[in-house]
């Protein structure tokens, strides 16, 4: 007999209804909705891992609010902390899918983490939104169908937009790249290639450094004695650090325009007086005129978390904005689906129609030719003011 009814409760339970379907019943109506999240957690972008739950979560209390999804269930967030590496990424996901029953995956900052996830998710049919890491080929990946999704930047658009920045902003003729030693490298080495191709631009040169280098002094000096009057920078926060830590101890003061991975750790603080000199893309500020939504968004967050007094606190803004419209989309695909099973949220996310949101008003965000929500038009550049990514200006 079950625990929760007495021997005599389930006795005058009306004819035909057994005690355990109802109570079956009434724990389906009742369960959760899983919302997995694989993201650095702790380690250097540990604060790419904290913006990005901080945007899932108010999103999430936001939907739970009204009372949920299909007929009231609630939704739930489980993280699980990837440390940047891709075989801990690939165990993380798996245990969300097999032992916690997520029916979303969400990725983080490391394309290389993502990567690594995306055969898997593809396999067990079970959508994966990534709302940060950038590398081209973690949504056009080549399976069919494809279950990857992404509300964040693409490298191959970024690429383009970092090359027409530095011309524009800088009169940059011959940009230098200095690029991390791995996949998100690797796919930001090919688009600012073509794009620098596309623009006539020459490079200067693409060397290349791993996380944990010391010293990118030799780096940027066979850059610098091959012409380079400026640098394109591909890295997360340490190694990005190191890197405005060599250009300074050279003395070299070419401008430099940098991809977001440096928003998503303790950048400021490990490269010093030289942080603020570097221009990077982010796909949102809370600063300036907000829409409806940011102003909504800004206000949770100030209620929710002590530590954000006002827009400079939300940190990185990239991180939270993109996994608040990213799991806003995700409820509109279930409502439609009808349903938390893989495929039928994959056709979901596939028709919606339109979201007014917080980066934008989507139109159509996911078709099956692309599976990429946002595009170059929704880029802006920023810098750090201290601790602060504020927009740039003048």
């Excluded at 995700?330 to 980066?359: C, F, Q, V, W």
Aim: a neutral charge; glycine letters at 10%.
């Amino acid at each position: 007999m079950p625990t929760n009814l007495t021997r005599r409760q389930a006795l005058v339970l009306p004819a035909g209804i057994a005690a355990g379907s109802l109570i079956g019943g009434s724990a389906l109506a009742a369960e959760p909705i899983k919302i997995g999240l694989v993201a650095a957690l702790s380690g250097p972008s540990a604060k790419s891992g904290e913006g990005i739950t901080r945007g899932l979560q108010i999103a999430i209390d936001e939907l739970n609010a009204k009372g949920g999804l299909l007929g009231g269930r609630m939704l739930e967030l489980v993280r699980r902390d990837d440390e940047s590496n891709p075989a801990k990424g690939q165990t993380a996901a798996r245990e969300l899918l097999d032992k916690e029953g997520a029916v979303i995956l969400y990725g983080g900052i490391d394309s290389p983490v993502s990567l690594a996830i995306v055969p898997l998710v593809n396999s067990a049919k079970v959508p994966f939104m990534g709302v940060w890491a950038a590398a081209t080929n973690i949504t056009r990946n080549g399976a069919n169908p494809n279950y990857v999704f992404r509300v964040s930047a693409v490298d191959a658009l970024v690429d383009r937009a970092l090359i027409k920045y530095a011309m524009t902003k800088f009169s940059a003729k011959k940009p230098g790249l200095m690029l991390v030693n791995n996949g998100w490298g690797e796919s930001n080495l090919k688009g600012l290639t073509a794009a620098a191709e596309a623009a006539g631009v020459k490079l200067a040169g693409a060397e290349k450094f791993d996380d944990k280098d010391p010293d990118m002094t030799p780096q940027l000096q066979r850059l610098r004695e091959a012409g380079a009057d400026s640098i394109i920078l591909v890295a997360n926060a340490a190694p990005g650090a190191q890197v405005m830590k060599s250009l300074q101890k050279s003395a070299w003061v070419a401008p430099v325009v940098s991809h977001w991975g440096i928003s998503g750790g303790r950048f400021p603080e490990l490269a010093g007086s030289w942080a603020g000199k570097v221009h990077f893309v982010q796909t949102y500020s809370f600063f300036g005129p907000q829409n409806d939504v940011g102003k909504r968004v800004l206000a949770e967050m100030m209620a929710k978390y002590p530590d954000v007094k006002g827009p400079g606190d939300v940190t990185p803004p990239v991180g939270v904005a993109n996994a608040y419209d990213a799991m806003q989309l995700t409820a509109l695909a279930i409502t439609k689906a009808g349903s938390t099973e893989g495929p039928k949220m994959r056709e979901g996310l596939l028709n919606i129609d339109s979201y007014h949101g917080l980066i934008k008003n989507y139109a159509k965000p996911f078709t099956d030719e692309n599976h990429d929500a946002l595009n170059e038009n929704d880029y802006v550049m920023v810098r750090y003011n201290g601790d602060q990514i504020e927009p740039v200006t003048g």
